[in-house]
């Protein structure tokens, strides 16, 4: 940006939010120039922290008027690049904006400003409704609610309802031009219960990365907080055993969370619990008596005879199907979710950074997926790092192979950075799609849509951001 | 320590935001981040600017990046909460940034004073050296360095120049005396401890005052060096230790002292003092000495005290918010801290406790200039000064 130009800007936005959150200085410039992941580093100009609506539209506004990219961001924690600003401009970081609007018992939703964050709803129901609760990502304390909803991710009740865009039940949007928009029931009425029964408009801005609108407020959905709780843990010698276990307990519909890891990423983990580096290359190989995998599926029960009644019929389904491999389990231990939110230190211990190809796909074509991205880390000489979710009942899955590494590591960087470009073949081939699409696979995914998909995301993009500054370069990014 | 001696930790943050919290209460803990919002200003923030700073990216000429690596009360809230390989060096990190830019001449005005009066008269407030001694004038307290006492009483910078808090070291000195307890103080002779020109990147200046005080001390033959400075008790216990000479005497913060005494039967307290308070973990007297962190003696010595009603703040112990007045913020950013005092003084108010008592002077002073300026209904307190009302 024409320093000149800046200034004027700058000049305008402090008048909007106040000078003590505006900011050019070099340092914050940096910190949100790149992020935990590969991807390459491009520095914004300014970086402005609205707190109300009348703020936040009145930047937009401006953005708009002069025609300056805005990227919003609450936490920079997406494993995607997301809020990495491809052609600079303005950040947006939404970390003020973080109220609680409301907190329907009755209706059970929770409606949230975007810098609202995991922790803080948990928190919050914990003291203020103790009978409900939200669902966790895997990712720390810090990661928005909404945005974790925007990119569609997944979350320790996925298996019951599928990714975290489901559970909307009502947005305000704002858009670039200006106009304030609600979706779902709430733009007719008080309440914010759900999308149904108007046209699906939140298809709009779901999933688009920010390049359609800034959501203001969204609501989301909330679930009676059971009172009994347990994980029940199976570890597959292989990949074909996995595969078994994990399709014996999908058609049971039994838990609220059904995940799988490699048992060498666990391996690697471990000392990262104990404050200490958790390097995956060299290869930290198993050895012959361990498992290959370690499922673990995550059950609730209203009463203990509930809880016991479903721990035994997942085992007995996993039992009656899985008779030709060999697998050591099951086992049963305290849910993972009372250790929210360091589940996600192992991989966060590795020198800055951490990156992966994450997809949602079939199940049909889940082993051979999961086999070839595991060879390929082998190749690699990388430890072996799948970790899968199973998502709506198993109508699909999300999976990924987490790569920590060290920042510090050029040489390192490079071989992760390959993997990942080899994984994102690998997964494209197998019909696996790449979730919160860095930039590189959305390029990839624009090429196998096809022209007529490519145009009509064009045209929405268009239509909603005529001047093309909501986080632009990314979804329906215009021909250059 | 110097940012090249650091390399293997500055990787080791992933900016994944844990350090803003208090773990599963997920309140805020950084003082500078919650009130300046930027990321820079966070602890992962400023993990970024080192590395920005270590592959010359950013530069430390830039008075805007000091002033965030200056925006940091040391508190080692973050450290508690990071559960990364690098989490207890995030704090050394942003000292080394400090000792870099001082090494670079890239001074911070603020701290000329501080620096200036050190090198001047031994204390960090541009006072008179010949001051010191004032506030026991007339307390009768044997002179440690003319004749043999068994426990020097160490007063600190803050306790020996501001005379709103002489009732701190007065008090304390009548609780020693009470429990038969034969102890002297060193008077205009006592030095800074060293520990704030450590904080603010002055690792010369800090070398110098730990080896004068270990020398002093070794040479009078005191058993014991005991201080109602948690700032300078931290300095005695975790960082004198790097001069390698070593101390022929133990140190004891005053709480410890105090609740050891009413343990042994030495000290009882018999008057009663109703009152409904509520207790500050000062950082230095906590996280700073990890798990030697001295939480529960000041709480035993409260609970000791006939009448009083102990209430807990929902951030205590380890995890208790930060006074704001460490590492050279309340000389060069009083802002920051006193809205920091300001958000602690807010949390005690909450508990419906009408006293806040704490056990470090740079704590009170803090807190009570915070109750000053934003006008918090709310009585400040050191133990000391609670303890002696039962005598």
Same mark, same amino acid.
């Given at each position: 940006m024409i320093e000149a130009v800046k200034s004027k800007i700058v000049e305008e936005l402090e008048k909007i939010v106040g000078s003590e959150f505006v900011s050019t200085n070099r340092a914050d410039l940096y910190i949100y120039s790149y992020d935990l992941t590969t991807a390459e580093s491009n520095w914004p100009d300014i970086v402005v922290l609205p707190q109300s609506q009348e703020e936040l539209r009145a930047v937009i506004s401006l953005a708009n008027k002069e025609k300056i990219p805005v990227i919003p961001y609450v936490a920079g924690g997406n494993v995607g690049g997301l809020t990495i600003p491809l052609k600079g401009g303005i950040i947006l970081d939404l970390k003020r904006m973080n109220r609680i609007v409301e907190v329907s018992e009755t209706d059970m939703y929770a409606v949230v400003e975007p810098g609202v964050t995991f922790g803080q709803i948990k928190a919050y129901l914990n003291k203020h409704h103790p009978t409900l609760r939200y669902t966790y990502a895997f990712s720390p304390a810090s990661t928005g609610v909404m945005t974790n909803a925007l990119v569609q991710g997944l979350d320790n009740l996925s298996f019951r309802y599928g990714d975290a865009s489901h559970w909307v039940s009502g947005l305000e949007v704002l858009l670039a031009t200006g106009e304030l928009i609600k979706i779902g029931s709430c733009a007719a009425s008080k309440t914010w219960q759900a999308i149904a029964p108007f046209p699906e408009l939140d298809g709009l801005f779901l999933g688009w990365q920010g390049t359609t609108g800034i959501i203001t407020k969204m609501a989301v959905s909330l679930w009676p907080n059971p009172q009994h709780g347990m994980a029940v843990t199976f570890m597959p010698m292989d990949l074909e055993g996995a595969y078994e276990i994990l399709e014996a307990i999908i058609r049971t519909r039994i838990p609220d969370d059904l995940i799988g890891t490699s048992f060498a990423l666990n391996k690697v983990g471990v000392p990262a619990y104990s404050h200490h580096k958790a390097p995956l290359y060299p290869a930290t190989k198993r050895l012959p /008596?361990?498992?290959e995998f370690v499922i673990t599926a995550e059950i609730t029960g209203n009463t203990e005879n509930e809880l016991n009644a479903k721990v035994e019929a997942v085992g007995e389904a996993v039992k009656a199907r899985c008779r030709g491999f060999k697998f050591t389990g099951p086992d049963t231990q305290p849910s993972t979710t009372a250790a929210f939110p360091m589940q996600a230190l192992g991989v966060l211990s590795s020198g800055g950074g951490l990156n992966w190809v994450g997809t949602y796909g079939p199940m049909s074509r889940w082993l051979e997926t999961v086999k070839k991205g595991c060879e390929l880390q082998d190749k690699y000489d990388i430890t072996r790092t799948c970790y899968t979710r199973i998502m709506n009942e198993g109508h699909f899955a999300g999976l990924r192979w987490m790569l920590p590494y060290d920042k510090g590591d050029p040489a390192l960087v490079k071989r992760i950075h390959a993997l990942c470009e080899e994984q994102l073949d690998l997964v494209l081939e197998t019909g696996y799609i790449p979730y919160k699409t860095p930039v590189w696979a959305v390029r990839r995914l624009e090429e196998l849509a096809g022209p007529d998909w490519l145009k009509l995301h064009r045209k929405v993009k268009e239509m909603l951001d005529p001047n093309n500054v909501m986080n632009p370069g990314r979804w329906g990014m215009p021909r250059e | 320590m110097v940012l090249d001696e650091l390399k293997e930790w500055l990787y080791g943050c992933t900016h994944c935001g844990t350090c803003k919290e208090v773990l599963n209460i997920f309140s805020p803990v950084c003082p500078a981040g919650e009130k300046?919002?930027?990321?820079?200003?966070?602890p992962s923030g400023k993990m970024l600017i080192a590395r920005g700073v270590v592959n010359g990216v950013l530069d430390l000429e830039d008075d805007d990046i000091r002033e965030r690596i200056y925006a =940091?009360? !040391? =508190?080692l809230s973050c450290e508690q909460q990071c559960g990364v390989y690098h989490h207890q060096h995030i704090f050394e990190i942003i000292q080394a940034l400090r000792t870099e830019a001082v090494t670079q001449g890239n001074l911070n005005p603020a701290y000329m004073i501080m620096v200036d009066s050190l090198k001047k008269d031994d204390n960090v407030f541009g006072k008179p050296k010949a001051e010191r001694g004032d506030w026991a004038r /007339?307390? !009768?307290?044997?002179?440690a360095g003319q004749e043999k006492v068994d426990v020097a009483y160490h007063t600190g910078c803050m306790l020996s120049f501001d005379p709103e808090l002489w009732e701190v070291p007065r008090s304390a000195i009548n609780l020693l005396k009470a429990a038969g307890v034969d102890v002297g103080i060193m008077g205009l002779e006592e030095s800074c401890c060293g520990g704030h020109a450590y904080e603010i990147g002055y690792l010369g200046e800090f070398t110098k005052y730990a080896e004068h005080f270990i020398e002093t001390f070794n040479s009078l033959g005191v058993s014991r060096v005991v201080t109602s400075c948690s700032d300078g008790y931290s300095t005695f216990k975790k960082l004198y230790p790097r001069v390698n000479i070593p101390m022929k005497f133990d140190v004891l913060h005053m709480v410890e002292y105090i609740d050891q005494l009413i343990k042994d039967k030495k000290l009882k307290f018999t008057k009663k003092v109703p009152m409904k308070v509520t207790y500050h973990d000062p950082c230095h007297l906590g996280r700073h000495l990890g798990d030697d962190g001295v939480y529960e003696p000041p709480r035993d010595v409260l609970k000791s005290i006939p009448g009083i009603d102990l209430m807990e703040m929902e951030r205590n112990r380890e995890n208790a918010w930060c006074c704001g007045a460490g590492a050279g913020v309340s000389q060069a950013n009083p802002d920051l801290a006193l809205w920091t005092a300001n958000e602690r003084l807010k949390e005690a108010r909450a508990t419906g406790a009408t006293a806040l008592v704490t056990s470090c002077p740079w704590c009170e002073r803090n807190f009570k200039d915070a109750v000053k300026e934003y006008g918090e209904d709310i009585e400040i307190y050191d133990i000391a000064e609670i303890a002696q009302k039962a005598l």
């Open positions: /008596d361990e498992p | 300046y919002q930027l990321e820079s200003y966070f =940091c009360t !040391g =508190c /007339d307390m !009768g307290i044997k002179d």
